[in-house]
């Protein structure tokens, strides 16, 4: 029987996974796994997604720095739905703002009306949330995440953040309050809430190719 999917983070080093099953990259492609794989979290690796020591010569720290978002839980209220949302926990993937930009408009105060878009249109948009910054729920209800079965235990964003399913993050992360299904963790180098991504890779114009 093989051994449970597990993240453990090095000290001002990288993320050590272990026993992922499934891995894509970048461009969407399955990533030949191993039992013990070592993920840049620096952004300064020539071989990314794995680790080739840069930590050690950029001065990588596992700490520090400012969080980007605030850390709260803003709930929007329609007639038939509710969403959630946390800024802190947000990794500006973006699909919400693409796939219903009815319902999720930032150049619009509030950004967010769950009148603009079905129930069923705005469960699809969380479920495709990688972060989980997003949850919905019908009035009366708590909200919840939605998690998508299919996802590989650990998605690369071109650009971006690991996408992890249903792995114990290596912390807890206090702005999501709870240990969630999915979470993105950081491999830019300058999320201010390491391990975890808080959107600086898009801030920052940081790209696989730094």
């Known amino acids: ?45 020539k071989t990314k997604p794995f680790c080739d020591g840069s930590h050690t010569e950029v001065g990588f720290q596992s700490r520090g720095g400012d969080p980007s978002g605030t850390d709260r839980v803003i709930t929007y209220t329609g007639t038939e739905t509710v969403i959630a949302y946390n800024p802190r926990v947000c990794a500006h993937a ?41 949850q919905i729920a019908a009035p009366g209800d708590a909200p919840i995440q939605i998690v998508d079965e299919d996802r590989p235990d650990v998605m690369i964003e071109r650009n971006g953040p690991y996408w992890v399913t249903d792995i114990d993050p290596p912390v807890l ?25 808080d959107g600086s890779h898009a801030n920052k114009g940081w790209s696989d190719e730094s």
């Not at 499934?22 to 840049?40: F, H, N, Q, S, Y």
């Open 173 to 197: 992360n206090e702005a999501a309050g709870t240990t969630p299904r999915k979470y993105v963790l950081c491999r830019c180098g300058l999320s201010g809430m390491k391990p975890f991504c």
């Open 94 to 134: 973006a699909f919400c703002v693409r796939d219903t930009p009815g319902v999720f408009d930032p150049d619009r105060k509030p950004w967010c009306d769950p009148d603009q878009g079905t129930y069923a249109e705005i469960e699809a948009v969380v479920r495709n949330c990688p972060s989980g910054a997003l």
């Open 1 to 45: 029987m093989q051994d449970s999917p597990s993240i453990e983070e090095r000290e001002n080093g990288p993320l050590v996974v272990k026993h992922v099953r499934t891995m894509t990259g970048p461009d969407g492609a399955p990533v030949e796994v191993k039992e013990i794989m070592a993920l840049c979290r620096c952004g300064a690796s």
